[in-house]
T-cell receptor, first 114, second 115 residues
């Protein structure tokens, strides 16, 4: 397994601003993922972040809106840019480990955009 | 494309009763299957997983699930519900054929336990 922390745990932001969310893992991992969980909904994958390469974005998500950094094997950031109220969600990072690539999740960042 | 269907967005049982949360999947190749639990204001916690081998898998907190290929199902059960089991439960599938890295999640089932 892996222990994952996220900062901040929650934030309230103004429309048009940007927020960077940090994800720290207690061990070196290859695969990191960023998800969005809108209120009362399931998880939607935003992108996959591998160290040393560009993040791979899912349909409907673009790098200009959600730039991701992955500087090393234990850390990643997701920025939510030019925020609107529709971006109000929980953002979760996860890591994939093991033969089956089971994923372990951070506690999430609860973002409210006003 | 893979998909996961969880039957029942909300399940309510009495304390001590059987818990049954249903999950059906579609996958073109033998999948890896997972159940996660999310307590309020927390991230997801892995309950159990099926990869290969024994089709009945046991997880944490007394939960277990059975992989039934013929029914494309992976239902989650617990013999006796406890108040602390109240949470949101997500079934997820990954596709071995595509390297198994990505998970596809069901819509979730909110479990309520009545005293």
């Amino acid at each position: 397994s892996a222990v994952i922390s996220q900062k901040p745990s929650r934030d309230i932001c103004q429309r048009g601003t940007s927020l960077t969310i940090q994800c720290q893992v207690d061990s070196q991992v290859t695969m990191m993922f960023w998800y969005r969980q809108q209120p009362g909904q399931s998880l939607t994958l935003i992108a996959t972040a591998n160290q040393g390469s560009e993040a791979t974005y899912e349909s409907g998500f673009v790098i200009d809106k959600f730039p991701i950094s992955r500087p090393n094997l234990t850390f990643s950031t997701l920025t939510v840019s030019n925020m609107s109220p529709e971006d109000s969600s929980i953002y979760l990072c996860s890591v994939g480990v093991g033969r089956a690539w089971e994923q372990y999740f951070g506690p999430g960042t609860r973002l409210t955009v006003t | 494309a893979q998909s996961v269907t969880q039957l029942g967005s909300h399940v309510s049982v009495s304390e001590g009763a059987l818990v049954l949360l249903r999950c059906n999947y579609s996958s073109s190749v033998p999948p890896y299957l997972f159940w996660y639990v999310q307590y309020p204001n927390q991230g997801l916690q892995l309950l159990l997983k099926y990869t290969t081998g024994a089709t009945l898998v046991k997880g944490i907190n007394g939960f277990e699930a059975e992989f039934k290929k013929s029914e494309t199902s992976f239902h989650l059960t617990k013999p006796s519900a406890h108040m602390s089991d109240a949470a949101e439960y997500f079934c997820a599938v990954s596709d071995q054929g595509q390297g198994a890295q990505k998970l596809v999640f069901g819509q979730g089932t909110r479990l309520t336990i009545n005293p």
